[in-house]
């Protein structure tokens, strides 16, 4: 199958969300796919494998015309690809002008303990920094509850493929939703990784389900397009 794997853009987190891309995209190739990496930020081709040296260092990405985003739907990759993988975060990755629950499949919850009390940036991107527990060690009553919860917004929402709900815990024990993430995190310390090995799916594995569901999708769409075609 040819996949792009969209990867970099122009928020402050590039740096993490070429990581996740090149993590994607290795998965990808062993698994026998075609797969080129493509920066969001200006749609230029990443080099196989060494896709974060390849990209633009983020002082010059920050100078590029804000066309430049727009146009990367524009490129040849993009038009010929039967699968486009978003390895993005934050910016217009996540807010819908470039558009992760399992199908609809909880996965384990993770229940995260930064070492400094607060799981900021560092603590969330810097191995070692916080410590993961999945399943979260939680009474099952509570965690099938925020399984529940998790999935419902997910649902509510529209999401396809994966999408990891956050959640905090009052002190009576009352969980609150945060927010969907639609498009999680993948580095080697990303929370759907964990959830997903504590499933028993390696990344590998994670990364061939999610291609499968989002290739369901869009057969499904066509299919639609199709029918409705035939009725008129």
Known sequence: ???????????TEREISLRTGRGIA???RSLGHDV??????????????????????????????????????????L????????????????????????????LPIVEITPQGGHYDYESKYTAGKSQYA???ELPEPLAARIRELGLRAAQALGCRGVARADFRLSPAGEP??????????MTPTSLVPIA????????????????ELAAGEWRRRHRRVREGAHET
């Open 1 to 11: 199958m040819k996949v792009v794997v969209l990867m970099g853009g122009r928020s």
């Open 26 to 28: 290795q998965a990808l």
């Open 36 to 77: 080129l990496a493509v920066d969001a930020a200006n749609g230029r081709l990443l080099p196989a494998g060494d896709e974060e040296r390849g990209a633009l260092p983020a002082e010059q990405v920050k100078d590029l015309p804000a066309a430049a985003v727009t146009a990367v739907a524009n490129t040849a990759a």
């Open 79 to 106: 038009k010929e690809a039967e699968v486009v993988f978003l390895a993005l975060h934050g910016g217009a990755g996540e807010d819908g002008t470039i558009q992760a629950l399992l199908g609809d499949e909880p």
């Open 134 to 136: 999945c399943p979260a």
């Open 176 to 185: 609150y939703c945060l927010e969907v993430n639609t498009i999680p995190g």
């Open 196 to 211: 997903a090995g504590a499933r028993g799916l390696s990344y590998d594995q994670l990364v061939a389900r999610m291609l």
